[in-house]
């Protein structure tokens, strides 16, 4: 349970065994690292928390009671795409059937976002892209990932997960990157 005053994250993962989801709970794992901070897990695929995820499902659940850095660590169609419902006409005939559609995003305005691009995946429309670019980080674990996103116009951050030797140093440059003003 997080303490008062804690560092909240919100993670929009893929949470499955795919490889964007073994990288995911990589960087989660390296979150997780970070002192004083609450964890919440928000999965991104349709079954929810699967294999090797389902030891964290209990941070599907975890409460977010103050200010949260919004990280997103999943495929590029889960970062933004277009939805459209159809509305059933009203019971008594005093409306049609009507369809409504517009572009949706994990991006969250007001708070801090981060996206952690999954290694080797790149974005397939122009839509994806131009939400990434709203991102006031996004994190590269390689250099060639990081040199596309620069081909596109962005900043990124190289920066492998921290695990193994250094990983102290990698966790503390990951708590620089979610929370820059936080000492």
Not at 12 to 18: K, L, P, R
Not at 70 to 87: D, F, G, M
């Amino acid at each position: 349970m997080p303490s008062p005053g804690s560092l909240f994250i919100r993670y929009w993962a893929q949470t499955d065994n795919s490889m964007i989801g073994l990288a995911a709970r990589r960087w989660l794992e390296a979150m997780v690292a970070i002192p004083n901070n609450g964890i919440r897990v928000l999965p991104t695929n349709q079954q929810g928390f699967m294999g090797d995820w389902t030891a964290h499902i209990g941070l599907g659940m975890v409460a977010i009671d103050g200010p949260y850095v919004n990280v997103v660590c999943c495929p590029p169609q889960r970062w933004a795409w277009h939805l459209s419902i159809r509305i059933p006409p009203s019971r008594d005939g005093s409306r049609p059937a009507e369809t409504t559609s517009g572009d949706v995003e994990i991006y969250t305005a007001g708070h801090r976002n981060i996206l952690i691009v999954p290694p080797g995946v790149y974005p397939a429309s122009k839509l994806e892209v131009f939400s990434a670019m709203k991102y006031q980080a996004l994190v590269c674990g390689s250099e060639a990932d990081a040199q596309w996103w620069r081909g596109v116009g962005a900043k990124p951050i190289t920066m492998a997960i921290p695990q193994g030797p250094g990983r102290a140093d990698g966790v503390a440059l990951l708590r620089k990157i979610l929370f820059p003003g936080d000492s």
